[in-house]
């Protein structure tokens, strides 16, 4: 990481720590952000999934070629469960809705960059996981919908992501979706819904299964 970023990024760091974790966590500043970082919201809280160290998640300082010097956006109005070496790239917009919304990114996740995660109700993301560019995920439409009896027809729905998922480039994941363990979600698909098979490449709309029985390391 340049030195002199790094520097610059002191102060918001700290203020992220000391603002979202217990002091005995903040003081060891596990939470690294870069100083481009807008902190739109932090009336929320983390949660480390694993024992704080120093900059064991980075925020804002990688992604892919020059999106890694773009802004990223956190806006946290809930709770952020946060596992070991987790990284979220340049561009990206992390945002818990209300206080009600919880988002778990567990250990090993790199989210790459120009990304969207939005959670109103809950999303989770598994271990070892790679979210790549411009790629939304969101749990949510925001805008209510109602029937003439004004019942609500729309309501938020879960996103489970399993461990070891692979999500390429320009994809969508909609509200009630579950991906299993071991897949890779090709370049811009779209998802909702339940995918049921693990060790398989999903892509297309409507989603399909293009090959099984499959491995893939990062």
């Keep these: 990481m340049n ?18 974790l217990p002091l005995k966590q903040a003081i060891k ?26 900059g064991m998640i ?26 070991n070496n987790v990284k979220i790239g340049g561009g990206c917009q992390i945002c818990t809705v209300s206080k009600n919304s919880r988002l778990e990114i567990k250990k ?27 790629t939304q995920i969101m749990d949510t439409d925001f805008h209510k919908i109602l029937d003439k009896n004004n019942n609500l027809l729309n309501e938020d729905l879960e996103i489970l992501i399993g461990n070891n998922v692979w999500i390429a480039s320009n994809v969508n994941i909609l509200k009630g979706s579950n991906v299993p363990n071991n897949t890779v979600i090709s370049s811009g698909s779209i998802i909702r819904g339940f995918l049921y098979e693990e060790n398989c490449i999903y892509t297309g709309l409507p989603i399909k299964i293009l090959k099984s029985n499959i491995i893939w390391k990062k």
């Design 58 to 83: 980075r925020i804002g300082f990688d992604g892919a070629g020059t999106a890694k010097h773009m802004s990223t956006v956190i806006e946290n109005n809930g709770i952020i469960y946060l596992g």
């Design 108 to 134: 090993n996740v790199s989210i790459t960059s120009e990304s969207h995660i939005i959670a109103s109700k809950n999303i989770s993301i598994g271990n070892d996981s790679i979210i790549s560019w411009n």
């Design 29 to 54: 500043l596990p939470i690294l952000v870069s100083y481009k970082t807008k902190l739109i919201s932090l009336r929320g809280k983390i949660v480390l999934l694993d024992k704080a160290k120093y």
């Design 3 to 20: 030195k002199i970023k790094y520097i610059f990024s002191i102060p918001k760091s700290l203020y992220i720590n000391i603002k979202s």
